[in-house]
């Protein structure tokens, strides 16, 4: 990833749950209030199960387990990376898989709906994983099961 760090990191900062709040919803609703809604509430019962899964799986964050195994490993942090809560699952990956369907959903007509989610929907997934594994903020797994419990 040398060189993706930038564009990584705002890839992050885009993803960040909060957004969903301040940018994404009302984007969506000023498209079609409707399913401007239906992404609030998603988002909400997302954003809350997210915590539970949080609470119950209590997931080590990288730089929490390099300093508990005592591994002689050099993390890069950023300012992103300094997540004070557990790891598992992903809430950014989680968040991003709910803004961006919902996004695309209320913008993409019938037609298009398969392409915009192949061209844009699945590589926003990957970025954001990536995004997250590159400020080590969070294992491979974790950004996986953030992808799968907003499924």
Known sequence: FKGAGPLLAKVSQLGDPSMG??????????VNKYKGIK????????????????????????YWW?????????LKETFLTCETGPGLPSGHCQASFVVWYCLLDALARDKTRTIAFVVIFLPMQVLMMCSRIFISAHFPHQCLFGFLFAL
């Open 66 to 74: 390099v300093k508990e195994a005592r591994q002689d490993i050099a």
């Open 21 to 30: 709040f301040i940018f994404f919803f009302p984007l969506i609703f000023a």
């Open 39 to 62: 992404f609030l509430t998603t988002f909400i019962v997302s954003e809350w199960m997210n915590q539970i899964f949080k609470w119950i799986l209590h997931g080590d964050r990288p």
